[in-house]
């Protein structure tokens, strides 16, 4: 399940060159995830550990994450006994 909402979010990424010759990209759905690389190849890389990155902490607090390709994740909570 993590897998396929981390494929859909990066299918969804939007990349642009700038003016240095540096690939900018972002995935919009994911506020703050983005990366700024001399090449196309490592920003992908990189956006994609910025996606993870940015999952693992929404999940650790607790936060919302968009709904993406209809994929939901939630955090489970702890039953108290």
């Known amino acids: 399940m993590l897998t396929r909402y981390?494929?859909?979010?990066m299918a969804r990424?939007?990349?642009e060159i700038l003016e240095d010759g540096s690939y900018y990209g972002e995935i919009p759905v994911c506020p703050g995830v983005w990366a700024n690389e001399p090449t196309l190849?490592?920003?992908?890389k990189i956006l994609r550990e910025v996606l993870e990155e940015w999952l693992?902490?929404?999940l650790?607090?607790?936060d919302p994450?968009?709904?993406?390709?209809g994929i939901r994740l939630k955090r489970k909570t702890k039953a108290t006994v």
């Open 6 to 9: 981390i494929e859909a979010a």
């Open 13 to 15: 990424a939007r990349y």
């Open 41 to 44: 190849e490592t920003c992908r």
């Open 56 to 58: 693992l902490l929404k």
């Open 60 to 62: 650790q607090d607790g």
């Open 65 to 69: 994450l968009p709904s993406i390709a």
